[in-house]
């Protein structure tokens, strides 16, 4: 879509700290304790990850390592059966329960904080026209649509500076904040 002309176009891989990568592969789930508390698909809501949607799994401590957490990622999820919902992301907002870890059906971003505001990436994330042009990318194979790893590294896109992001993102916050206390009224 049409950004401002001040606005910076770059692929998503320039904006990272790391490769983006795909969560530890699962064979079988728990809904509940005991285990490593895992972030999967239902995780992903409104462009946040909710750690109350968390599922359990046993792993050992080195694995569990290498897959862990940290607030600020975010997370993308990988594949569905149904188009709309490939490639929605959310952030991991607060601190993550410990030992928290991400499972292989999402791909994890670690943002530049010295380049993108994480905030301001998850509401871009949830804007029609970005996530509509990312999903162009799925593929499908008998019946599940999926995007990968390369597809998301090399998307473009346009950003403004640091301050303009953060205004930006402070904006939809507050419109966030509004909206959930007007729901809460409703009820």
């Known amino acids: 879509g049409d950004a401002p002309e001040r606005w ?18 699962i064979e079988a789930t728990k809904p509940e304790p005991p285990g490593i508390p895992t972030l999967n698909v ?23 390592k290498a897959f862990a957490v940290k607030r600020g990622d975010f997370f993308v999820l990988r594949g569905n059966g149904n188009r709309d919902y490939v490639a929605i992301g ?22 530049d904080s010295a380049k993108v ?29 999926k995007i990968g790893q390369r597809s998301i590294s090399r ?5 403004p500076e640091l301050p303009e992001q953060a205004d ?6 507050a419109n966030d904040s509004v909206l959930s206390s007007l729901a809460v009224q409703l009820v």
């Open 155 to 159: 998307f473009e896109l346009a950003i």
């Open 42 to 64: 239902s995780s992903i809501r409104h462009g946040r990850c909710d750690q109350a949607k968390l599922s359990y799994i046993d792993l050992s401590p080195e694995m569990a």
């Open 117 to 145: 505001d994480p905030k301001f990436m998850r509401h871009l994330w949830q804007s029609p026209r970005f996530l509509r042009r990312l999903q162009s990318y799925a593929i499908t194979g008998s019946g599940l649509w």
């Open 8 to 25: 910076s176009e770059t692929r998503m891989r320039n904006l990272l700290t790391e490769p983006v990568g795909n969560g530890i592969s």
């Open 168 to 173: 930006i993102a402070d904006l939809f916050d």
């Open 90 to 111: 959310g952030l991991l907002v607060e601190e993550p329960q410990a030992g928290l870890v991400f499972s292989d059906l999402l791909i994890r971003l670690r943002f």
